[in-house]
């Protein structure tokens, strides 16, 4: 099993959640690039996979053996959290807690726990001053691990593709966001909706991207639109190389993750 050794600084960390109610918005892309962006500044980061599908965790190249621990035991105390938090491979500064099928299970135990949306934010205070910045990749749909992964949000970003199918998933999470605000079941306020797959033909966009943006600035002004994620191959081929996109030789398709990084550098 590995043993993570932590050394504590002075960080109060900050928390992004990345979520959307749709599968396929660009969840796991965006926490991806992003905390690799941040881990590549010097940042101390720590990246949840809150997915039971666990695309995260195979795309960090992480492999699990039998009985190692993840995020499932980390909620449910069975590990000191330390046990569950995993460095990724190639990459300085950069942590992990993992999933895999078994979250399926922690539905019911939230639920039952009396204070699921909390829950892992009450997990993440030891750990509070080890990390700079926490990135949350939060499952697709509207289920007790995604409430408990915005609970413990100081800011959200929501994914939406640039389709109607993105504008439909937008309008379903910041439904949930405001009935968790409501509810004091979260203090996470939306850092920006970053549009995914926005498909430009040349240096024209085409008409369905540009209506989905354009209903998605309705939603929520122009102000909190993110740059784009432009449809591109050479995403895949980062993730399939686990490279950045620098180092591929496209550092312009970092701009998203740049400008998102100047915002939660301010939080």
């Known amino acids: ?17 990345i979520a959307s109610l749709s599968g396929g918005q660009g969840k796991t ?21 809150a997915d039971p599908q666990h695309n995260l965790t195979t795309y960090l190249g992480l492999e699990l053996r039998p009985n190692q621990p993840t995020l499932i035991e980390v909620l449910k105390k069975s ?38 949306a909390t829950l892992l934010l009450h997990r993440l ?20 691990i995604c409430l408990t992964a915005i609970g413990a949000a100081l800011a959200l970003i929501i994914p939406a593709e640039a389709s109607v199918k993105g504008y439909g ?12 605000q409501d509810l004091k079941a979260t203090n996470a306020q939306l850092l920006g909706v970053l549009p995914f797959r926005d498909r430009w033909i040349g240096n024209t966009q085409t008409s369905e991207s540009r209506l989905a943006i354009d209903g998605m600035k ?20 980062a993730i399939n190389r686990r490279k950045t996109l620098t180092e591929l030789g496209h550092s312009s398709l970092e701009y998203p993750f740049e400008i998102i990084v100047d915002k939660i550098q301010k939080l």
């Open 1 to 17: 099993m590995t043993i993570l050794i932590l050394v504590v600084y002075i960080y109060a960390m900050i928390t992004v959640a």
């Open 79 to 116: 590990v000191p959290i330390v046990e569950g938090i995993y460095p990724v491979e190639n990459s300085d500064n950069l942590f992990l807690i993992p999933s895999d099928e078994g979250l399926d299970a922690a539905g019911d135990y939230l639920a039952s726990s009396g204070v699921g």
């Open 125 to 144: 205070e030891q750990v509070a001053s080890v990390f700079k910045f926490c990135i949350i990749d939060a499952p697709p749909q509207r289920s007790q």
């Open 169 to 180: 998933s937008l309008v379903r999470t910041l439904d949930l966001l405001n009935t968790m």
């Open 29 to 49: 892309t965006a926490s991806l690039f992003l905390s690799r962006r941040l881990a590549s500044l010097g940042y101390p980061t720590l990246v949840i996979d």
């Open 218 to 237: 309705e939603e929520v002004g122009s102000e909190s639109i993110l740059p784009s994620i432009r449809e591109s191959e050479q995403y895949k081929k």
